[in-house]
């Protein structure tokens, strides 16, 4: 038997060398290769395999030692939830256990230097608790309440949803404002602003938010500017009357000057507000089956709830909400929608949240009803109609305004227009 050959007295004791730690400024992370003395270490030093692996970490120094730090990190943390989860113990003892692997991520390939450094990573990442005493560094594990990571997690979630819904929100107000411009016309360009120059011997301009036409104010501006100076032009209102939208705009286009989109748009506002103030009195002087004027559609009518009719309570249980008490955004419910439970003092309702299923206690007040899409099921919350069910049948917009058709006696199968604020979706 040769001195080397296998079972040989030399290779069982080459073989119980390997089984134990060796020195680590002997050990090469790059090659994963341990050495026994320094000389062997020099002579791998000087290897080919060696020298190519050091090119190779000279392209990328920082992004090979920060991988060895990740996982030097992960498997001594993996090992102190496996070892000791609820034990304060000295750190040299948990990296004495570590290291008993013969394959684990040595700390010489990291960016610590001594294990002092580590530990006080672990304590400012927050991940363990770390305290200094005359025996040394000793570490407890933070345990992560599982219900609070689900919370974390559920909040997460929502602030997710709740970006989405604002971006979602914002699309379609651009939508909107896009389908104005396209129904005021593409083709027309907006008017030009032009420089005011006021020539030589001329009298300062003059400008009015008065209403346009003839009126003795102006016929005297153009009987004081006579001697050369220009008549004073009728003064044109700059965004229409807003006591009569059609009388702005007639006289916007009397003298001459078009109007711009910005213009239109807050016109057409101004109207959309007079007529959701006319409609209830309209609907209360029509006697209720009327039409309102010609503005409803023919068998549909406004809603007959008078400000008698009206209550200041409008909470009922069964009904989906949507809570905008801002009190409670830290807690992951603004903006969120619930189901109404229980009415409490007639003003304010458990809420049981949809997505988590928490139940709140909010006022009225910060609370708004939800209008589902067509075809949804909705009840009366407010007015001479409180407390009937019906289907919603179609949505106007401009109104701010829901046509639902109701079931129970005795208005089955009327279709009434009711206000956003008057009816709510059924859970």
Known sequence: MGKNDFLSPKDIANRIKAKGLQKLRWYCQ?????????????????????RRQMEIFGQSAERVVGGFSEEFESSF???M???HPRSRIAAHVVYNEY???????????TQWLTLTDFVKHLGRLGVCKVEETPKGWFITLVQED?????????????????????ERHARLLAEQVER?????????????????????????????????????????????????????????????????GDGGAAAGQAAGRKRSKVEELMLRDLEAKKRRAEAPAAAAGGGGGGGGGGEWPD?????????????????????????????????????????????VDKYV????????????????????????????????????????RGELLRIDTERFAALVRLDKAPHEGRRVWFEYEDVSKLA
């Open 30 to 50: 790059l090659c994963q290769k341990q050495c026994r003395d320094e000389n062997g270490f020099k002579c791998h030093q000087m290897s080919e395999g060696h």
């Open 77 to 79: 943390l993996d090992h």
């Open 81 to 83: 939830r496996r070892a």
């Open 99 to 109: 290291i008993q692997d013969r394959n684990h991520i040595h700390m010489n390939s």
């Open 146 to 166: 599982p219900a609070d990571k689900l919370a974390g997690e559920r909040r997460s979630k929502l602030a997710r949803r709740e970006e989405e819904e604002e």
């Open 180 to 244: 104005a411009r396209a129904a005021a016309g593409d083709g027309d360009a907006p008017a030009e602003g032009t420089e005011l120059v006021r020539g030589e011997g001329e009298e300062p301009l003059r400008l009015a938010l008065a209403p346009a036409g003839p009126g003795p104010s102006s016929a005297a501006a153009a009987a004081a500017g006579g001697g050369g100076a220009r008549a004073a032009k009728p003064a044109v209102p700059l965004f229409g009357d807003e006591e009569d």
């Open 299 to 343: 068998g549909e009518e406004p809603s007959s709830s008078s400000r008698r009719a009206r209550a200041d309570n409008w909470l009922q249980e069964g009904v989906v909400v949507k809570v905008m008490s801002k009190a409670l955004k830290e807690h992951g419910y603004y903006k969120q929608k619930g189901v109404v439970e229980r009415v």
């Open 349 to 388: 309702g458990e809420v049981s949240m949809l997505g988590s299923g928490d139940v709140v206690r909010v006022d009225q007040a910060e609370l708004e009803t939800v209008i589902p899409a067509a075809g949804g099921r909705v009840r009366v919350v407010n007015g001479v109609y409180r407390g009937q």
